[in-house]
T-cell receptor, first 116, second 111 residues
Framework: NAGVMQNPRHLVRRRGQEARLRCSPM?????VYWYRQLPEEGLKFMVY????????ESGMPKERFSAEFPKEGPSILRIQQVVRGDSAAYFC??????????????FGPGTRLLVL | DQQVKQNSPSLSVQEGRISILNCDYT??????FLWYKKYPAEGPTFLIS?????DKNEDGRFTVFLNKSAKHLSLHIVPSQPGDSAVYFC??????????FGTGTRLKVLA
């Protein structure tokens, strides 16, 4: 009965390095969402993916950020050439297949990225 | 421009008393609202939701009230327990999948 899993839980990178954040949705869920939380702020939507498809990436910065959800394996949020402003908590959520019916999103524990 | 506002960053309540957390929104077209609870170092956990066709939804100790004319919703917890100490986020569902979160209210229930 595993929930949404994210790893790593903590990630430290130096400026210019790449960060890869992984998310495994709940069993039976095929919709994945990524959110970012900056200190003292609420969670902000970044991207919505279904298997092998990006449905909505309107909240994701146009440069350096990319996301995928392959047919096999976890969803990956990739940040290239990280900068200090990327330091945040990144949360993944998942929902069942019928996303059009206002399904509740279930969140993982988050990955806390620190850029030195 | 914040579409969802939680104006109280923190709230302290005695154990056994009522906790009232508030949330205001700007767009009268929003029609589905949720509350999430978040403990430190964990992800948000769904608590309760309400659709705009209702003005109240209750689940055990948790009740959400929606005042559409005022564009305001509130979460009541009664009686409050120390384990309720957490950050509470209101969220609004726009369309079918995109949540807009408030900035959160940190609730501390004093034993």
């Amino acid at each position: 009965n595993a929930g949404v899993m994210q790893n790593p839980r903590h990630l430290v990178r130096r400026r210019g390095q790449e960060a890869r954040l992984r998310c495994s949705p709940m069993k039976g869920h095929s919709h994945v969402y990524w959110y970012r939380q900056l200190p003292e702020e609420g969670l902000k939507f970044m991207v919505y993916l279904q298997k092998e498809n990006i449905i909505d990436e309107s909240g994701m910065p146009k440069e350096r950020f990319s996301a995928e959800f392959p047919k096999e394996g976890p969803s990956i949020l990739r940040i290239q050439q990280v900068v200090r402003g990327d330091s945040a908590a990144y949360f993944c959520a998942s929902s069942p297949s019928s996303a059009g019916l206002r399904e509740t999103q279930y969140f993982g524990p988050g990955t806390r990225l620190l850029v030195l | 421009d914040q579409q969802v506002k939680q104006n109280s960053p923190s709230l302290s309540v005695q154990e056994g008393r009522i906790s009232i957390l508030n949330c205001d929104y700007t767009n009268s077209m929003f029609d589905y609202f949720l509350w999430y609870k978040k403990y430190p170092a964990e992800g948000p956990t769904f608590l309760i939701s309400i659709s705009s066709i209702k003005d109240k939804n209750e689940d055990g100790r948790f009740t959400v009230f929606l005042n559409k004319s005022a564009k305001h919703l509130s979460l009541h917890i009664v009686p409050s327990q120390p384990g309720d100490s957490a950050v509470y986020f209101c969220a609004i569902l726009t369309g079918t999948y995109k949540y807009i979160f408030g900035t959160g209210t940190r609730l501390k229930v004093l034993a």
